[in-house]
């Protein structure tokens, strides 16, 4: 896939669920009624404990899951009707475990998907060093396992691999909770300045309010597998309704 072969993704970035669900087999319900609307160049946080439906919202997105009521559309088409590879390869998606290959050096991490749509090997190379650089790497980095870098040097490397092909969606599940306070702060910070330079549209998850607060355009609060409500960092911080009001009493008003 050449950077620029994403036309239908390229045009609007917009994610949008509809009353989206769903129901685990056995009939456990995981996430009901879901309406959100994602514009481009967004990065929208989902807040909210563990089991609340945020994963699961990230996964309807890039059809890991396909909804069991209601619909999510990527650029004003259901996920059904997407083919999923295709859909998946326009949608970086970045874990918390970073899921880097550990057979493979860093540089055929990063390039791992380019190289499966069939681009030149220089053109690769040349994506990797690139990428490399934009996350705050030495590219000489490229030859080494993961198994050999610290925790926030796999943790950039997994950002590097998810704007390998330049996707203009980017799904974040967690993806700096498993790092020591201060790289994590560092982590933060960087990538709130790449996105400004990026404007990509991010949906991103996590459970810390203070994250949240310094990463979002909007906050999407989720409570036991409901969409509570949406604010700006600044509305949430005012909200009264009862789910809001106590993660910020939770880090002391702020």
């Known amino acids: 896939m050449k950077r620029e072969t994403h036309p239908t993704l390229m045009q609007n970035h917009t994610i949008e669920l ?8 056995g009939g456990r319900v995981l996430l009901a009624d879901l309406n959100l609307q994602i514009r481009q160049g967004e990065t929208v946080v989902l807040l909210g404990r563990s089991g609340s439906g945020k994963t699961t919202t990230l996964k309807l997105i890039n059809r890991l899951l396909v909804p069991t009521s209601g619909e999510v559309l990527v650029e004003g088409r259901p996920t059904t009707q997407w083919d999923a590879i295709r859909l998946r ?3 970086g998606y970045v874990i918390q475990e970073v899921g ?6 860093v540089g055929s991490n990063v390039g791992l998907v380019p190289s499966i749509e069939g681009w030149a090997p220089e053109r690769v190379r040349g994506r990797v060093r690139e990428l490399l650089q934009l996350v705050g790497l030495d590219p000489a980095l490229a030859s080494r396992y993961p198994r050999e870098l610290s925790g ?5 490397v997994g950002v590097a691999r998810a704007l390998a092909v330049d996707p203009p969606i980017l799904l974040m599940d967690e993806p700096f909770g498993a790092l020591d306070p201060i790289t994590r702060a560092d982590l933060q910070r960087e990538f709130k300045a790449l996105q400004q330079r ?14 949240a607060l310094l990463l979002a355009t909007r906050i ?6 409901r969409l509570a409500g949406v604010y700006t960092p600044d509305e949430f911080l005012k ?4 789910v809001a009001a106590a993660y910020v009493r939770a880090i002391g008003g702020m």
């Open 152 to 156: 926030g040097q796999r943790q950039r």
């Open 198 to 211: 990026l404007n990509k549209t991010i949906v991103f998850v996590t459970h810390d309010l203070r994250e």
């Open 239 to 242: 909200a009264t309704e009862p």
């Open 220 to 225: 999407g609060l989720f409570d036991v597998g």
């Open 100 to 105: 880097l290959f550990p057979h493979f050096n």
């Open 89 to 91: 390869r326009g949608i």
């Open 18 to 25: 509809r009353r989206a669900g769903y129901a685990a087999e």
